[in-house]
Structures are given as C-alpha cells and as structure tokens.
C-alpha cells in the first residue's frame, strides 16, 4: 500500500512568516507534487519533481519555493507567508508521470495570519 | 490548455438512489481520465483511471464512469448509493505523455438517509 506522510498536520504562522511543509513518501515513486485546496478551485498544483535534486513548475507557484532532497523527502517553503497562502496542502506521489495513479497525504492545513 | 469542470459544486442525494456526477473536459488529443474520492480529514484516493478501450469503466465501491469524446464528458455513476459515499469527488485530466494533472474544481456528495 502507497504510503505518503506529511507533516505538520496543522501550522499557524503570522504574515511575512517562514513556513516549510513537508512530505515523504516511502513507495519509491519517481514523481512527488505538491498542490494547494481551496474551495471553488479544487486542487492547484504548486510545484512538482521527477526525482532527486529535480524540480519542475506548477501552475501557481509565486510565493513558494520546493526542494527534492532524497526520492522520498519533498518540502515546500513559504519564506514570507501572506494571508492569500493560507489553505489546505496535499503532497503526492506517483510512479510516473500524469498518467499514472497519484496516492495523496493526508494534508497540511496552513492559516497565516 | 487543458481543464476540468464540474458544474455541480453539491449534489444531494437519498440512500439507496442512483447518482451521475458530471464531469467535462477540454483536451484536444486523447487524455487520460481520472476520479478521485476525499472524505472527511484525508487524502484524494483514486476512484478509477480511464485511457482507452471500453468507454464504461469499473472503479472501486461499485462506481463507474462512461467516457464520451463527442461530448468531451467522462461522467460518473452509482447504481445505489451509500451514506458512507458522502464525499468530495474530484474529475481530473492528464495529456498523453504528460507530467500534471489537471484537476476539476470538485463535487461535494451529501447522502441523506
């Protein structure tokens, strides 16, 4: 069974905060995303990586910043929070590319106040 | 570009009844299809992931969908549904040899008992 974990599960930080999100995934997928959940827009993708030391743009990624450190290991960064990033984050992970099936984390929901 | 859409933000439905989800896309090549499930505090979990051959694919939980390229439509159905089914069901689109995933803006199913 894919397992994808992430971690904090919760997170409050003020404006021009420092924040980083992080993600592991112990399936030896190649693909690992991230993506923010806000209603009326579904899932957004921020940025999203192939492998170690890879990383490839989403479609919303001002404000964000991502590194692949290890095949398992994806974090996201928020170096000056603002209110507008405050939403729900998902990491995936896949074993290829967009056709293949994406097993999802459990989610980091981010209030920035 | 390609993108999803889901015209129903809520759809209510009474135990035991059938449902139809809808879902439309805009691609121009032939793409792979997907739906995906959220409950309550948890990742998207795949539903079923659609290609080629049979337009009416089985997915998990006794749900189906019907891909249709003259209506750009890749709906999805339950013959009976469940108070467990309560959910937020996500379509999504990848292009062939694509990286992303485009998600549509997601459904929310109430089952009332």
């Known amino acids: 069974e894919a397992a994808v974990t992430q971690s904090p599960r919760n997170k409050v930080t003020v404006t021009g905060g420092n924040v980083t999100l992080s993600c592991r995934q112990t399936?030896?997928?190649?693909?690992m995303y991230w993506y923010r959940q806000d209603t009326g827009h579904g899932l957004r993708l921020i940025h999203y990586?192939?492998?170690?030391?890879?990383?490839q743009i989403g479609d919303v990624p001002d404000g964000y910043k991502a590194t692949r450190t290890t095949q398992e290991d994806f974090f996201l960064l928020l170096e000056l929070a603002s209110p507008s990033q405050t939403s729900l984050y998902f990491c995936?992970?896949?074993?290829?590319?967009?056709?293949?099936?994406?097993?999802f984390g459990p989610g980091t929901r981010l209030l920035v106040l | 570009a390609q993108s999803v859409t889901q015209p129903d933000a809520r759809v209510t439905v009474s135990e035991g009844a059938s449902l139809q989800l809808r879902c439309k896309y805009s691609?121009?090549?032939?793409?792979?299809l997907f739906w995906y499930v959220q409950y309550p505090r948890q990742g998207l979990q795949l539903l079923l992931k659609y290609y080629s051959g049979d337009p009416v694919v089985q997915g998990v939980n006794g749900f189906e969908a019907e891909f249709s390229k003259s209506n750009s439509s890749f709906h999805l159905r339950k013959a009976s549904v469940h108070w467990s089914d309560s959910a937020v069901y996500f379509c999504?689109?990848?292009?062939?040899?694509?990286?992303?995933?485009?998600f549509g803006s997601g459904t929310r199913l109430l089952v009332s008992p």
């Open positions: 399936n030896s997928h190649n693909y």
């Open positions: 999504a689109l990848s292009e062939t040899g694509g990286y992303k995933v485009v």
């Open positions: 691609y121009s090549g032939t793409p792979y």
């Open positions: 995936a992970s896949s074993t290829g590319g967009g056709q293949d099936t994406q097993y």
């Open positions: 990586s192939y492998g170690a030391g890879n990383l």
